[in-house]
């Protein structure tokens, strides 16, 4: 406990008196104008975009990171189990119940860090920013020893482990040699706040000798087996729909290619549903569920990590109302921090949406803070960490500071920021 305690103190020291600023801002512009084709349009992406990036890092301990890492080792143990699978593919929607093989890439594991240790706040499937934090890691100085010492594992081996973790999702699904055409894909994608990251992730595909091109879905067409983008068959399609079921109808072609299984998708509605669905929360979140699924002791102490969670129903709605000043409210399908209520701010109109179905109750975990110099002014701002991940290992890691309920890229100060093991 002792060690627990000294940990929190250092860290907390160092996110709320280390005010140097790290982030070399014309190093990051000069490395982001190199590796995307149009430096006018990436100049005015960074304009529209004033608080994408914050201009200190976030410190952390090694045993924190270690621990976050453990969890997410137990929730893939867990995912990989039998029983758990037919629990959650039970209630999903039939395109995610066939298993083609590849295992999702770029997963996201965010977290809140308190004085009892890193607690999981949620799980998402193709999580946006790696390819940003990535640049932004290399784009650092050192402001003391910590990140000196902490730079270098920051940024090494990312754009080689990028690039084999996709070879990987395409040799799973039983492909052979190598894709010859990535499409990025999402909606309206050049409209998309992230959309800086599709042109870096288009520019590492093509440097490992691979075409790629970023397409709405709606551009795509599925004739005769084949998936094509203006008459170009795609090969591996990087999913960034937040549609997770292909539900939408200019989401028909790239359905049903990926349900004849002639093109390989990742993260796929597979993927989703097995790790991503807000639900599963309420099984990991439970020590008899996981106690049920065999896992070893190690993964079930590492399942503590996440604050207990329940589906909110007509049954349970009074006692949560009772209890809301400690629950979190999400809706199970949702991503970007949308439609979320902290019950202590929750009005008696937003409750009458949650308790109309498609919601979880999370107990809170609250966020860690770090203080930044903004204009001369030190403001605190809340902070999370995320884990990106593919099958369980860590792909880097970076943390978003923000002001609010939810990380909304709007905070003087705020947005994505190394993290720095201490």
Same mark, same amino acid.
């Given at each position: 406990?002792?060690? !627990?305690? !000294?940990?929190?103190?250092? %860290? ?57 890492? +453990? /969890?997410? !080792?137990?929730?893939?143990? &867990? &995912?990989?189990?039998?029983? $758990? ?48 934090? &990535?640049?932004?890691?290399? #784009? ?45 894909? %999402? ?5 998309? $706040?992230?959309?800086?990251?599709? =042109? ?8 490992? *000798? ?5 397409? %709405?879905?709606?551009? =795509?067409? @599925? ?14 399609? @990087?999913?960034? =729909?937040? %549609? ?13 290619? $990926?349900?004849?299984?002639?093109? /390989? ?30 896992? +070893? ?12 969670? /329940? ?6 709605? !009074? ?12 809706? +199970? ?7 979320? $209520? ?9 409750? #009458? ?11 809170? #975990? ?13 403001? +605190? ?31 003087? *100060? ?9």
């Amino acid at each position: 406990m002792q060690d !627990e305690a !000294e940990r929190w103190e250092r %860290d907390t020291a160092l996110n709320q008196g280390c005010f140097c600023i790290t982030l070399e801002r014309p190093r990051l512009e000069a490395s982001l104008r190199r590796e995307a084709p149009d430096a006018r349009l990436v100049d005015a992406l960074l304009a529209e975009r004033p608080h994408l990036f914050s201009n200190s890092p976030v410190f952390i301990s090694r045993r924190d990171l270690a621990t976050m890492t +453990s /969890v997410v !080792e137990a929730i893939e143990a &867990a &995912a990989g189990t039998p029983a $758990y699978q037919a629990r959650v593919l039970d209630r999903a929607p039939d395109i995610a119940r066939p298993d083609f093989g590849p295992r999702g890439v770029f997963m996201g594991y965010d977290f809140h860090v308190g004085d009892d240790g890193p607690r999981l706040i949620e799980v998402n499937t193709n999580a946006g920013g790696a390819f940003l934090n &990535a640049l932004l890691a290399r #784009a650092q100085s050192d402001c003391c020893r910590e990140a000196q010492e902490a730079l270098t594992a920051a940024v090494g081996g990312f754009e080689a482990a990028v690039g084999e973790m996709f070879l990987a999702e395409w040799a799973l699904q039983g492909r052979t040699d190598r894709p010859r055409l990535i499409a990025i894909v %999402d909606d309206t994608p050049s409209e998309q $706040y992230l959309y800086p990251e599709f =042109l870096l992730a288009k520019s590492l595909f093509e440097r490992r *000798g691979i075409d790629a091109v970023i397409a %709405d879905p709606t551009e =795509l067409e @599925y004739v005769h087996g084949a998936l094509s983008h203006r008459g170009r068959p795609v090969d591996l399609v @990087y999913n960034r =729909l937040v %549609d997770f079921a292909f539900e939408a109808e200019g989401h028909r072609a790239l359905r049903n290619a $990926y349900v004849d299984g002639a093109v /390989v998708v990742t993260p796929s509605p597979h993927s989703h549903a097995l790790l991503a669905d807000k639900r599963n929360l309420v099984l990991l979140s439970d020590a008899n569920v996981a106690r049920s699924l065999g896992l +070893s002791d190690r993964h079930r102490h590492a399942l503590s990590a996440i604050p207990r969670t /329940v589906v909110v129903s007509a049954d349970n709605a !009074e006692a949560l109302w009772a209890e809301r000043k400690k629950l979190f409210f999400k809706p +199970s399908g949702g991503h970007g921090g949308k439609a979320v $209520y902290r019950g202590d701010k929750i009005t008696r109109g937003a409750w #009458a949406l949650v308790i109309g179905g498609g919601y979880i109750a999370q107990a809170i #975990a609250p966020p860690s803070e770090r203080r930044i110099r903004v204009d001369g002014e030190v403001r +605190s701002l809340k902070l999370d960490v995320r884990l990106y991940t593919y099958g369980g290992e860590p792909l880097l890691a970076a943390a978003r500071v923000y002001q609010g309920q939810t990380t909304n890229f709007r905070t003087p *100060g705020g947005g994505f920021a190394p993290v720095y093991a201490v």
